[in-house]
């Protein structure tokens, strides 16, 4: 059984020739492949409310890396342009009035502030506040919970520190920012309007010369700790700056930003911004935009090797390993640095970008948008794979400079330095910090890859998921599925229902080509090969 025999070769056949003959399992993988299907379908039961009828339901896994599942990645990439492409030239105001509050709602922010009104009254009197803060905090968790977005009053002010703005970086005008997120309309001489948009790309600085494969000319020179710490704080540092071109600009400027590596291996952007700006200004809100990072020193290396600090379980604290002496906490390390005293690191954008004025539904907005979402499905390291050993060794080196440096205040890492990681756990160890930033595969860079400003599209992913679903079922004439009907549960391993992968493949490969003739089917009478059946396409 299971033998697969090569046609036309009866009796004994080659190892060869047997190996010859594909895999039956490869060729349903492929084929589900081929036709857009998952490759690894989530099993749900299905149970009919009213009549209690069972039945068996295969969705797709939605992984967006193709090194997982290429159909479903693939898929998450078209929806990304999709809603690149409808935010881009958005000629109105996305319309994202929040609902109104219900009485639960309100109840709620009522018991919230009679409990604000009576605790700072006893802070007042020099009373204990703790039950009432405690009571505070149910009531914030109960405002979540009852679906309100935010909380009552803004984050625990954040240390102060002096926000005189650097020496080395030119000041920038500041504009008011209006509620406007849409771009400016031109008029040509010839009485035609238009309204154009931004593609721009934004690089890290140089850290000593590459050459065309990415490799640095002079390996020792080049500077890999500026390298892993612009990569580290690249999200935070993107951040600035589009609050700084937002005050420049004078408007709520919206954005759709991938974000990728570049052959050296450090990160850039691509961003499509919506309106336009002239190069000379960005050139400015470039130069003017960095971002500090007060952590503290990590100069001098405190802990190493076999070396380290222990962990006591009475205290919940590390302890110098020789003396016994408990470490500065997060907080004192931040304290200690002092109103003198320098940022552990200075994130800034090279010099060099780029930047493009984009019209609506032009080959150049196409193109762009090619470029937005080129490398969505790979892991930032994977995009561009080592084929030299030049290359290898490049890469080597930033993992290595990532290793020990710390991704964030609770990073393992900082024990090397002598500090207590914010929120000390037992199992700390400096270099094998579980944060992702620190893994080949992220090159320093953990953050999200697509970045999206909130009004951009005025629809969040699910949204634009939803318009293609409704656009297919209409297309194919099925009624919308009432989502009240049903109740949905997964099916487990154990369970008897339970359809093992392969299983599962075949299922959705045949309904794929089924809908699929259906499809094409609907379309053919769409555009009109059956004038008879026009009437009810849009
Ligand atoms: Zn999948
Ligand atoms: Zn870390």
Redesign the pocket.
């Known amino acids: 059984m299971g033998r697969c025999l090569v046609s036309g070769a009866p009796g004994r056949t080659t190892r060869a020739q047997r190996m010859a003959a594909p895999l039956a399992r490869n060729v349903v993988k492929d084929l589900a492949a081929e036709h857009g299907?998952?490759?690894?379908?989530v099993q749900l039961r299905r149970t009919e409310i009213d009549t209690g009828h069972v039945e068996q339901v295969l969705i797709?896994?939605?992984?967006t890396l193709a090194a997982?599942?290429?159909?479903?990645?693939e898929?998450a990439r078209i929806l990304r342009a999709a809603q690149c492409r409808e935010g881009w030239h958005l000629d109105h105001e996305p319309i994202i009035d929040p609902d109104p509050a219900t009485e639960e709602q309100r109840a709620l922010i009522t018991g919230r502030a009679e409990a604000q009104e009576d605790r700072d009254l006893l802070a007042s009197a020099g009373l204990d506040v703790s039950e009432l803060d405690e009571r505070i905090g149910e009531l914030d968790e109960e405002i979540t919970e009852a679906g309100m977005r935010g909380s009552v009053l803004p984050a625990r002010p954040r240390r102060h520190r002096s926000t005189r703005r650097r020496q080395d970086a030119a000041p920038l005008p500041r504009r008011p920012v209006s509620a406007r997120t849409i771009g400016k309309i031109y008029t040509a001489p010839d009485g035609k309007t238009f309204r154009p948009s931004l593609f721009v790309t934004l690089t890290c600085p140089s850290y000593g010369r590459v050459g065309d494969d990415g490799t640095p000319l002079d390996p020792d020179g080049y500077d890999y700790q500026q390298a892993a710490r612009d990569a580290l704080h690249f999200a935070a540092l993107f951040d600035r700056f589009i609050q700084n071109l937002r005050r420049y600009t004078g408007y709520d400027l919206q954005y759709f930003a991938a974000i990728e590596p570049q052959k050296r291996l450090a990160p850039h952007v691509h961003l499509a911004i919506r309106g336009t700006i002239s190069r000379a200004e960005l050139r400015e809100v470039i130069a003017a935009t960095y971002h500090q990072v007060w952590w503290p020193s990590t100069e001098a290396v405190r802990y190493d090797g076999d070396c380290l600090p222990v962990w006591d379980e009475y205290t919940g604290t590390y302890l110098d390993p020789g003396t016994g002496e408990v470490l500065p906490t997060w907080d004192q390390a931040l304290d200690a640095i002092g109103d003198d005293g320098e940022p552990l690191h200075v994130a800034r954008f090279g010099a060099r970008f780029d930047a493009q004025g984009v019209l609506a539904g032009s080959r150049d907005a196409s193109r762009c948008i090619g470029y937005l979402t080129k490398y969505l499905t790979k892991h930032l390291g994977d995009c561009h794979q080592a084929s030299s050993d030049a290359q290898a060794a490049h890469a080597g080196r930033l993992a290595d400079a990532l290793r020990y440096e710390p991704c964030s205040p609770a990073c393992a890492n900082w024990l090397r330095y002598g500090i207590q990681p914010n929120q000390a756990r037992p199992g700390l160890r400096p270099g094998a910090c579980k944060g992702k930033a620190h893994r080949r595969e992220y090159l320093g860079y953990a953050g999200r890859r697509v970045l999206v400003s909130r009004k951009w599209s005025g629809k969040t992913l699910a949204d634009h998921r939803a318009d293609r679903r409704t656009w297919l079922t209409s297309m194919l004439g099925l009624p919308a599925t009432d989502p009240t009907r049903y109740s949905w549960e997964p099916v487990k391993p154990g369970d008897l229902d339970h359809m093992p992968n392969g299983q599962r493949l075949l299922h959705v490969v045949a309904d794929r080509i089924q809908w699929q003739t259906a499809l094409e089917l609907a379309r053919r009478r769409a555009t009109g090969a059956d004038p008879s059946a026009t009437s009810s396409a849009t």
């Open positions: 299907a998952c490759l690894r379908p797709p896994c939605g992984h997982v599942c290429p159909p479903c990645a898929r």
